[in-house]
């Protein structure tokens, strides 16, 4: 998928196929008196549809997205109502070890590492151009098209510009990733 230019998130699918998927159906098979199951994402259920959480800082609804809503009407979120500063009060108060842990930040099963270096292992490098969809202008380099993904931000290297800026598209036939300003919500 990647080699074409399609950049799904492992998130989304690690949720969708794994934890409520796989372990979701293992559960539910294998474990005798099971009626609901508890994870620690931020987000809020209601009538078997996800919401955003009161922290919103921390919302992984987006994650979630696919998810089936049978599997939804067995599941919650505790951490719903719950901002992040809370939930690591009431970790310290109870003397857990992970009061003071790093936030996850990771991929799914993957964990904190350079994305771009691990599709490296896989996917060879073919380096092109960065082109700034507002000027049509050549406005940095990259080492592989197919290792950005719509919306992204960070990792684009391009210093010097007066706000950040996104990738909103890619030819990856051409090796070309185009770029628009956070200002041109027209192009994001």
């Known amino acids: 998928m990647y080699k074409k230019g399609y950049t799904p998130n492992p998130d989304i699918l690690c949720n969708k196929y794994i934890k409520f998927g796989s372990f979701y159906d293992w559960v539910f ?12 994402h931020y987000a809020k259920i209601k009538n ?18 696919q998810v089936k809503k049978e599997c939804l009407k067995n599941v919650i979120f505790p951490l719903s109502n719950m901002l992040k500063s809370s939930v690591r009060k009431k970790a310290k108060e ?6 003071d842990k790093k936030d996850s930040t990771g991929i799914c099963f993957i964990g904190e590492r350079n994305f771009i270096n691990f599709l490296q292992n896989y996917i060879p490098s073919k380096p092109g151009k960065i082109i700034s969809i507002e000027t049509g202008k050549h406005v940095g380099d990259h080492i592989g098209a197919m290792y950005y993904t719509i919306g992204q931000r960070k990792g684009l290297n391009l210093g010097g510009m007066k706000e950040p800026h996104f990738v909103i598209g890619h030819n990856i036939k051409e090796k070309i990733i185009y770029v628009a300003p956070q200002t041109k919500r027209e192009y994001l």
């Not at 098979?29 to 620690?40: E, F, M, Q, R």
């Not at 078997?48 to 997205?65: A, I, M, V």
């Open 48 to 65: 078997n549809k996800l919401f955003k959480p009161l922290d919103k800082h921390k919302d992984q609804t987006y994650f979630l997205s």
């Open 29 to 40: 098979k294998n474990i005798k008196g099971v009626d609901k199951i508890a994870t620690g």
């Open 94 to 99: 109870n003397n857990l070890i992970i009061a």
